[in-house]
Nanobody
Framework: QVRFVESGGGSVEPGGSLNLSCVSS????????MAWYRQAPGKERELVAF?????????TYVDAVRGRFTISRDDSKNALHLQMNNLEPEDTAVYYC???????????WGQGTQVTVSS
């Protein structure tokens, strides 16, 4: 059974930082490109960043977070991380990890972790 457990969210002021983590199980994690997604209130779920299954050497970010967020993976622990710096109110959302792919085709979503950026 595929499972994702996200953690590390919280409430911070603009300019603050958070480090999200996700532990995966039920599939061969090192063989998959992995991604972080987010869903803001009233909006559709969107891709934030992804890393390929080459030990995490290839990383790609959407324009809104490039230069502020860093994605990383630890294949020995089936773990995915997202270091978020210089957070903005627009980053407020529930953050999820999953395999990298077309959002509408992905299944087995975890509960996500809430990130709130507010002064």
């Amino acid at each position: 059974q595929v499972r994702f457990v996200e953690s590390g969210g919280g409430s911070v002021e603009p300019g603050g930082s958070l480090n999200l983590s996700c532990v995966s199980s039920g599939f061969p994690f090192p063989n998959y490109a992995m991604a972080w997604y987010r869903q803001a209130p009233g909006k559709e779920r969107e891709l934030v960043a992804f890393t390929l299954h080459n030990g995490g050497h290839t990383k790609t970010y959407v324009d809104a977070v490039r230069g502020r967020f860093t994605i990383s993976r630890d294949d020995s622990k089936n773990a995915l991380h997202l270091q978020m710096n210089n957070l903005e109110p627009e980053d407020t959302a529930v953050y999820y990890c999953n395999k990298f792919g077309t959002i509408g085709m992905l299944t087995d979503w975890g509960q996500g972790t809430q990130v709130t950026v507010s002064s």
